[in-house]
């Protein structure tokens, strides 16, 4: 997809502010059993096709809406995803904004997850896991 010049240097400016890890680290992390918050931030049907194992979905549109209810501790490890770590970045710099000190975006985004060949979830997966909405809490 390309993307708009305002919109790339909106992201530019974000990832100045924020931690990226790899795929492989986001991977060893929780592999490790790190206590980690994996959350895909992609739209609602992007979610539906497919997402990385263990992920739960918190959308760009209701993130910072929602974040608060679903991660109260503003401590938590948080690792963000979307297709490429666009808005992933833009999603981490606003948490990081409201005071969430351990925010991560994973570079490359599910593309990446994919390409490396790690476990996704369908919706037809008997592990999938459950899309948030306000008032449900995974």
């Known amino acids: 997809m390309k993307h708009n010049p305002g919109f790339l240097w909106l ?12 795929v492989a680290e986001v991977k060893a992390r929780l592999d490790q059993g790190e206590p980690v918050h994996f959350i895909d931030v992609r739209e609602d049907r992007e979610f539906a096709e497919d997402r990385a194992r263990g992920a739960i ?9 929602d974040i608060e209810t679903v991660i109260p501790d503003k401590g938590n490890p948080i690792v963000l995803y979307c297709g490429g770590g666009f808005r992933s970045a833009l999603a981490a710099a606003a948490l990081q904004e409201m005071g969430y000190s351990d925010v ?22 008997p592990e999938s896991t459950p899309i948030y909405s306000s008032g449900q809490i995974p």
């Open 57 to 65: 979905h918190l959308g760009k549109g209701i993130i910072e809406r």
């Open 11 to 22: 992201v530019e400016q974000a990832k100045q502010g924020i931690r990226e890890q790899t």
């Open 104 to 125: 991560v975006s994973m570079r490359g985004g599910i593309r990446a997850w994919r390409e490396a060949g790690y476990p996704l979830e369908t919706p037809a997966s």
